[in-house]
């Protein structure tokens, strides 16, 4: 396979405002990493499922590839172009093939335009329909296969469900015929019912239209299901990544394991042991010195408070980032999730 | 078995709209045992929450309730006066909201707004001064640290937007134990929150029915929950209850046709490479609904037979599901 996307040491920090006597005094600026040295690639026609929890910096990650956000610091390549070395038109004419599904599906549609207006847009700005006819047809093709009635397109967002707001995203997304999509949480808001349509939906466009996925989720049950890697993020930086059965049958990071832990399974009636992580979410403004997990991790030792671990290969394709790999500690009673 | 610590009949909630009178509630039955768990799932407008805000005596205009009796300890709630009712409110039957940042009064500090539940509720407190002041905060420190919030008696003087989401949520418990009351109503407790934090929250909701012996309603949309914390499960649908009985045997034999859709809908990691089968479809405008079974248009198994009124029927012991294709009638 061919790698489509590049991340090498991508950084996106965020300066806090000083107040007068700071500046005044020339204090420091208050950083956020966000992201913070993160690597890896996506391979052509792959699902690299991106999962963490909320304030972990995989959403700040997705939109930092796109340049959504402009990274602080390190390269992203796609198909051997480099995305941050680019100038603005070079970058709008590469937005074409790189795309985004928001999360939101009420607050990433503009509430005054049309649903032909919002979905054909992208076909405007990048030329892609010689005239009005055309591009209205485009249109109309691509909302019929996400699921949408040609009866539909003169509507606002607001006549929608949740649901068919989300397809509306999904169309606008995929107008332009790219080849990369970022899944920023597409059917996290969604109920049960209606975020399997979306899944259905994504993956059957994936399979038609050749797509090439970095889905970003909290849930570990989705990502489990469509995945071909899964990347597990915590406070800005990747702790594990590597070929989901393996990940799923083996988690090496204890972070991995205890999200694996936490999440109720339906297979599973009855109470389960555990394994318990104490306490929230450190402060990004404030990281813990040494492994940024050891205040939650139950296997914690003098060295995590000191000394950030480094990567290390633990299968084929598979890195984790934790003092501990050495001795090979499952805290999950039976290994499979 | 002993009766049932709340027992509702024959529940029906409407909101008048303009575009017509939406029945929220049709016609729901729900018993609630002592000591036990009951888990109410559905999605978005099956009626979950509008059932329990209608037992808590929470539905104002336009909304109202049209019929049904509610008994909580043979009690008549809906017979009460609003005086009455705010006597029972907070102390026998409470409530924690879903949204834990908009359900607290972000002007108020925490440790005021667990005291006005004591100083509503308790009359075991000195009935005035100093002595009643110190009481309360004391009472109230307590009640933080059994919700698992550390060095209680500071965090007292702080205000919610101080606190991250899980402690929120950990908060609106406390209020709710306040005066240990039988029943406590957990509006999908953990839906804003991550994985790890749900975990915590749950464990603390088991663990403190179980030290004190109340009984509790968890209303959610993840099965999972449901499958890990209920001894029983109400599926609803489109304002109604479609199936209820014992979590294990409802999550291992589904009888209606939308629990097993429901089911089948969830992505796991064991189905990868397998299609998975969606509900086709949307939930119906709950306006002007036809009398036939509402999940007719979205049902694969329908049939003309489907187009009458679908009443509850019996599916073994303990067990009831909605549909003419399982199950028995009762009388």
């Known amino acids: 396979m061919k790698t489509l996307l590049k991340v090498e040491s991508l ?40 999962i963490g929890e909320s304030g972990c910096g995989k959403s700040t990650l997705g939109r930092a590839i796109l340049r959504l956000h ?8 796609f198909d051997s172009k480099e995305v941050t070395a ?73 006549q929608f469900s949740g649901g068919q707001r989300q397809r509306i995203g999904i169309a606008r997304a995929l107008v332009s015929n790219p080849e990369f999509i970022v899944c920023d949480e597409p059917v996290s808001a969604l109920d049960v019912s209606i975020q399997a349509q979306i899944i259905a939906l994504l993956l059957e466009l994936k399979r038609e239209m050749g797509l090439t996925y970095l889905f970003i989720s909290h849930d570990i049950s989705v990502i489990g299901y469509l995945a071909d890697r899964v990347a597990v993020m915590y406070l800005g930086e990747i702790v594990e990544m590597g070929p989901v059965e393996a990940i799923l049958a083996r988690p090496r990071h204890p972070y991995t394991q205890s999200l694996m832990s936490a999440v109720p399974k339906v297979e599973a009636s009855g109470r389960r042991a555990r394994i318990r992580l104490t306490g929230d979410l450190p402060s990004p403004l404030h990281p813990p010195a040494g492994c940024k997990f050891h205040t939650r991790c139950p296997l914690a030792l003098d060295i995590c408070r000191s000394t950030a671990p480094l990567r290390e290969t633990v299968g084929e394709g598979h890195i984790a980032a934790c003092h501990r790999l050495g001795e090979d500690i499952s805290l999950l009673e039976d290994g499979a999730a | 078995m002993s009766a049932p610590l709340l027992d509702v009949r024959g529940l029906r909630t409407v909101f008048e709209t303009r575009a017509g009178t939406v029945c929220a509630v049709d016609g729901v039955d729900v018993s609630v045992h002592r000591g036990e768990c009951l888990g109410i799932v559905g999605e978005s407008g099956s009626g979950k929450s509008v059932t329990f805000a209608s037992v808590m005596g929470l539905v104002k205009s336009p909304g109202r309730i049209e019929a049904g009796t509610i008994l909580l300890d043979g009690c008549d709630l809906r017979g009460l006066t609003p005086k009455q009712m705010r006597a029972v409110r907070g102390k026998d039957i409470a409530m924690t909201m879903q949204d834990a940042l908009t359900a607290l009064n972000p002007a108020l500090t925490v440790g005021e707004q667990i005291a006005e539940v ?14 009643r002041a110190r009481a309360i905060r004391d009472k109230s420190a307590e009640m933080l640290g059994l919700v698992g919030i550390p060095s209680a008696e500071s965090r007292l003087r702080q205000y919610p937007h101080e606190f991250s989401g899980g402690m929120r949520q950990r908060i609106m418990i406390a209020i709710a134990l306040a005066c240990r009351p039988k029943l406590l109503i957990a509006d999908e407790p953990t839906t804003a929150l991550d994985v790890t934090i749900q975990a915590q929250v749950l464990e603390l909701i088991t663990e ?8 509790v309603v968890l209303i959610t949309h993840d099965l999972g929950v449901v499958a890990e914390h209920c001894d029983r499960v109400m599926v609803m649908y489109a304002g109604q209850v479609i199936e209820e009985g014992p979590t294990a045997e409802v999550i ?42 509402r999940f007719y248009s ?26 003419i294709l399982s199950g028995e009638p009762v009388e």
């Open chain 2, 118 to 131: 004591f100083d509503a509720h308790d009359y075991t407190l000195p009935r005035r001064g100093s002595a």
């Open chain 2, 252 to 293: 291992a034999q589904p009888q209606h046709p939308y629990t097993r859709g429901l089911l089948a809908s969830i992505p796991r990691p064991a189905l990868r490479g397998q299609p998975i089968r969606p509900i086709e479809g949307q939930v119906p405008d709950l306006i002007g609904l036809p009398p036939q079974c």
């Open chain 2, 208 to 215: 403190i029915r179980a030290r004190l012996g109340m009984s």
């Open chain 2, 298 to 323: 979205r049902c694969p198994l329908h049939r003309d037979a489907c187009l009458a009124p679908v009443a509850m029927r019996s599916a073994g012991p303990n067990r009831r599901v909605r549909c």
């Open chain 1, 70 to 77: 402009e990274p602080t610091a390190g390269r992203v390549m």
């Open chain 1, 86 to 158: 680019l100038d603005a038109p070079a970058l709008k004419a590469l937005r074409r093939r790189m795309q985004i599904i928001f999360q939101d599906p009420y607050a990433s549609l503009n509430p005054r335009r049309t649903v032909a207006q919002i979905v054909g847009l992208p076909l405007r700005l990048h030329g892609l329909a010689s005239s009005e006819a055309e591009a209205r047809a485009i249109t109309a093709r691509i909302c019929e296969r996400v699921g949408l009635k040609a009866n539909q397109l003169d509507r606002y967002p607001h």
């Open chain 1, 11 to 50: 950084s996106k920090h965020y300066e806090g405002r000083r107040g007068l006597v700071g500046r005044l005094t020339g204090a420091p600026h208050t950083v956020v990493r966000a992201v913070n040295d993160v690597s890896f690639s996506v391979e052509r026609g792959e699902i690299l499922g991106l």
